[in-house]
Structure formats: structure tokens, C-alpha cells
């Protein structure tokens, strides 16, 4: 590589970097004004919210801890994992059909620019579910740890972390899938595993060997996450060694963002090598040979 190349590569990294991260705004403003989108991302955060300040009278059985504050830790690593996992994949796989990755891929340095905007995108709207589920809590519950600089940080150490082990694996999966049904099949495992993980309650009350299970997998870390940053300390008496491990959680969850970032390159560029013109025709006439 010749000393005029070397100059050259950065400048054009930082303009595919910056088209990335103005595409993800746009985007990002994009699905929050459309209401179809905006359902997804604020109506149902809202719809949780609204369930959670009509739990405050209710209280988790044989304490005196309001049960909402006790379900809101798990709603947020819930909405990460989602927002991490299901919504790139979904996007990656709608985008594949209709042709904007194919257009990505015809512009200089344009899937560098399309991954960027997509990790942004995945970011802000999963904020913004954030935001509106920690409402409730900001304004009802004195139970949680919110007056604490501790919990915000390690709050958002856990969203950041989170966001990057599953985004990545949400795009890796996204460039698996041939069709957006298939990418819809990822949402409903999701839904399954997440039963079984221990985000919502402790881990220890279920049997053994899904507790196993549990731990392998991100979100049982994120809720574990999520309570040690909102819960008082007295509530950790039911986790698995009377800990938050917090060293663990940081743990599992570094190793899925390696794998992820990993796998992710490895899988999109075989994607876009196959990506043409006549394979968007055909997943075009397909589409539209099942009558929508």
C-alpha cells in the first residue's frame, strides 16, 4: 500500500462512518414519527407502563416491596434483548427483499454506512423504549434505587453492554434468514427463551437444568443486571448465591459481544456477495405471488 493509500483509507472509513451514523438519524426519526413503527417502539413501552403504575398497590408476596418496581428491572433487560437481537434481524431480512441492501452494496463503502446506520437506529429506539418504561418509575416508586448515581451508571453499563451483545448477533441472524417470515421466527423464539430465562424473577425458581440453560444465554444477565442496578440490596437474598454478580454478568455478556462481532462481519459480507439484481426480483415475485 503506497503512503497516499494509507492517507486515503481513514478519510474514506470517517465518510462511511458519518453517512453510517446521519442514516441511522434519519432512520431512527423516520420510525419514530411513522405510527406503525412508533407502536413498536413507544406504544408498547407505554401500554407496560400503564400496567406497571396500575401494580403499585400490589406488592411481591410475604414483603412489603412493591411487585412493579420488583417487574420493571426485568421489562428493560427484556426491551434491550429485544431491541438488540430481534429488531436488526427483522430489518436486515425486510431491507434484503425490497432492494435497499442491494442499493447499499452498489454505493463505495455503502454496507459500512449501512451497518453503522442500523447499529445507531437499534441504539436510539431502544433508548427511547427505555426512557418510557423508567417513567413510571421515576415518578411513582420510592422502592427502586434511582436517587443513586451508582444505579444510573450501572444502568446504562448494562444497556451499552447489552446493546452490543445482541445487536451484532442480531445482525449475524438477520443475514441468515431468506425472508422476513423467517426473520418473524426469530421474535417467537425469542419470546420462548426468554420465558425460561429468569429475566422477569430470580433464576433459582426454576429447575436446574434450565438454570443452566438460563445462564448461557444474555438475558437472564441483563435482567440479573438490571435488578442489581434498581433493586435495593436486601432484594438480592434470592438470586443464585445471595449475589448480583455483577463480574459474571459483565462476563457472559463481553463473550457474546465477541462472538457477535465475530460472526457478524463473516455473515454479512458472504449476504451482500450474494445480493443481485435478479435474486430481489425473484424474492419480489415471490412476495407478491402470495397474494399481499
Request: charged fraction near 15%; avoid cysteine; glycine fraction near 10%.
Amino acid at each position: 500500500m503506497t503512503t497516499t493509500d494509507t492517507a486515503r483509507t481513514p478519510g474514506v472509513q470517517g465518510v462511511a462512518l458519518r453517512a453510517g451514523l446521519y442514516r441511522g438519524a434519519i432512520e431512527t426519526r423516520m420510525a419514530l414519527t411513522n405510527p406503525l413503527e412508533a407502536i413498536g417502539f413507544v406504544g408498547v413501552p407505554v401500554i407496560m407502563a400503564v400496567v406497571l403504575l396500575f401494580m403499585r398497590g400490589h406488592t411481591v408476596p410475604g414483603t412489603d416491596f412493591s411487585l412493579g418496581a420488583m417487574v420493571l428491572p426485568g421489562l428493560i433487560g427484556m426491551a434491550v434483548a429485544f431491541g438488540g437481537l430481534t429488531a436488526p434481524a427483522e430489518r436486515l431480512a425486510t431491507e434484503r427483499e425490497d432492494g435497499t441492501l442491494l442499493r447499499a452494496k452498489a454505493t463505495p463503502h455503502g454496507m459500512t454506512a449501512y451497518m453503522v446506520g442500523k447499529i445507531v437506529y437499534v441504539l436510539l429506539t431502544t433508548a427511547v423504549s427505555m426512557v418510557v418504561l423508567l417513567l413510571p418509575a421515576l415518578l411513582v416508586w420510592d422502592d427502586l434505587r434511582l436517587g443513586e448515581p451508582r444505579s444510573w451508571l450501572l444502568l446504562v453499563m448494562v444497556f451499552v453492554l447489552g446493546m452490543v451483545a445482541t445487536t451484532p448477533m442480531g445482525l449475524a441472524l438477520g443475514a441468515l434468514f431468506k425472508s422476513t417470515m423467517q426473520a418473524g421466527l426469530l421474535t417467537l423464539m425469542s419470546m420462548g427463551v426468554i420465558v425460561v430465562s429468569g429475566i422477569f424473577y430470580p433464576i433459582t425458581a426454576l429447575p436446574g437444568w434450565l438454570q443452566v440453560v438460563g445462564q448461557a444465554l444474555p438475558f437472564y444477565w441483563l435482567g440479573l443486571g438490571a435488578r442489581s442496578a434498581l433493586l435495593p440490596p436486601e432484594m438480592v437474598a434470592v438470586e443464585i448465591g445471595e449475589s448480583w454478580r455483577t463480574v459474571e454478568m459483565f462476563a457472559v455478556l463481553g463473550a457474546w459481544a465477541v462472538l457477535g462481532l465475530v460472526l457478524a462481519p463473516i455473515l454479512l459480507r458472504r449476504m451482500a456477495r450474494r445480493e443481485s439484481g435478479s435474486a430481489v426480483a425473484e424474492r419480489r415475485q415471490k412476495f407478491l405471488s402470495r397474494g399481499y
